[in-house]
Every structure is written in structure tokens, then in C-alpha cells.
T-cell receptor, first 115, second 114 residues
Framework: DGGITQSPKYLFRKEGQNVTLSCEQNLNHDAMYWYRQDPGQGLRLIYYSQIVNDFQKGDIAEGYSVSREKKESFPLTVTSAQKNPTAFYLC??????????????FGSGTQLSVL | GNSVTQMEGPVTLSEEAFLTINCTYTATGYPSLFWYVQYPGEGLQLLLKATKADDKGSNKGFEATYRKETTSFHLEKGSVQVSDSAVYFCALSDRQAAGNKLTFGGGTRVLVKP
């Protein structure tokens, strides 16, 4: 079955530590996204990538970094510069940037907590 | 900029009750509108969408109509079930913006009791 796989489901970060969240899709989608969800709040866009080897900052990119070396993969690194990293992180993909209003497919999320 | 405003929850209902979740939006362009649903511990799933004024999106008994004159996209279901308990997000996609970014509302938690 095609879909988006996020791992791990739960992740703990120590002070000053960088951690990387994995996102893999086998839907052959060009575009991928990372969102952050805080309790009782909507989703906020961290980074997005419309094509391999290209990505753009979203609304809250500070303290995060991404790479898009392969079409299937879009890992997110939460750096030590992110002072409030505790949140639920959601990865998503869509067929491509040309299709406005295209449906997003979401992974099941990673809960990141600070020790 | 773009923004989406939803009614705050939680909304608690009995089975077979009528559900309405209000959603209004502000957009610089001519957006597409969506409702996504999130079940506990999961990611979001697209519930329905509408791409132009007066379009009605529908799925699983849920409906929403794109009202340009009131900039609204209220979600309704005539008879809810316990399995409808989830968080519902209204969202818009601005066709004039680069990429396919969605702007989400804050989400409305719905709890349906038997």
C-alpha cells in the first residue's frame, strides 16, 4: 500500500542536542511538507519542498533544517537553536506544485518531547 | 495574509445529533477550501474540499458549501456517530501562492457520546 511513513512515533531530545525526524513516501509525489502541531492549535508550516534538491522555508523555519536528496525522503532536523521543540510533527506530501488545491496526504506523526 | 478561524471546542454531542462547525477565512487570492479530520494519535485525512464559490463538498455524511459572500465554509452532519469523535480542521490553499501550502484553522475537537 502506498503512503507516508514517519519515524519514530515518539522521540526525546536532551538539551543542546540535534534530532532528526524521518519521513518517507512511496506515492511518487513531487511535493513534501513538514508541519508542527501544538496542543489546541492548528498546524504551522515549517518547511516545504516542491522538487528534489529544492526546499523553501515556511512560517516557522527558525531552529529547523531539512534536506531533499531523494524524491521519497524529506527528513527534518530539530536543532539546538529551537528553544521550544516539544510538539507533534506531521509530514505530508502532494502530487505537485502545479496542482493548486491538491490533496495532502499525511503521515501519522512524531511526538517530540524535551527531557 | 491568509487566515482561517474556527469555532473553539470541545463540542460534545449525543449520537444522532446535528453537528455544525463554523469556519470563516481571509485570503488575498481565490482559495480552495478543505476540511481535514484527525483521529486520536494519527495524522490528518482529507474529509472534503471545494474549489470555487457555491461548490458543495461532501463525504461520509459531512457537507460544506463554499460561500464567497460570507467567506465561510461551515461543516455539517445531520446525524453523528461515536466514530465521528475527532479533531476537525478547516484549511485553505491560496492558488496565487507559490507551492501548495495550506493555512489551517486551530481545529475543533468533537466528542460524540453514546
Amino acid at each position: 500500500d502506498g503512503g507516508i511513513t514517519q519515524s519514530p512515533k515518539y522521540l526525546f531530545r536532551k538539551e543542546g542536542q540535534n534530532v532528526t525526524l524521518s519521513c518517507e513516501q512511496n506515492l511518487n509525489h513531487d511535493a513534501m511538507y513538514w508541519y508542527r502541531q501544538d496542543p489546541g492549535q492548528g498546524l504551522r508550516l515549517i518547511y516545504y519542498s516542491q522538487i528534489v534538491n529544492d526546499f523553501q522555508k515556511g512560517d516557522i523555519a527558525e531552529g529547523y533544517s531539512v534536506s531533499r536528496e531523494k524524491k521519497e525522503s524529506f527528513p527534518l532536523t530539530v536543532t539546538s537553536a529551537q528553544k521550544n521543540p516539544t510538539a507533534f510533527y506531521l509530514c505530508a506530501s502532494s502530487m505537485g506544485p502545479r496542482e493548486r488545491g491538491e490533496k495532502l496526504f499525511f503521515g501519522s506523526g512524531t511526538q517530540l518531547s524535551v527531557l | 495574509g491568509n487566515s482561517v478561524t474556527q469555532m473553539e471546542g470541545p463540542v460534545t454531542l449525543s449520537e444522532e445529533a446535528f453537528l455544525t462547525i463554523n469556519c470563516t477565512y481571509t485570503a488575498t487570492g481565490y482559495p480552495s477550501l478543505f476540511w481535514y479530520v484527525q483521529y486520536p494519535g494519527e495524522g490528518l485525512q482529507l474529509l472534503l474540499k471545494a474549489t470555487k464559490a457555491d461548490d458543495k463538498g461532501s463525504n461520509k455524511g459531512f457537507e460544506a458549501t463554499y460561500r464567497k459572500e460570507t467567506t465561510s465554509f461551515h461543516l455539517e452532519k445531520g446525524s453523528v456517530q461515536v466514530s465521528d469523535s475527532a479533531v476537525y480542521f478547516c484549511a485553505l490553499s491560496d492558488r496565487q501562492a507559490a507551492g501548495n501550502k495550506l493555512t489551517f484553522g486551530g481545529g475543533t475537537r468533537v466528542l460524540v457520546k453514546p
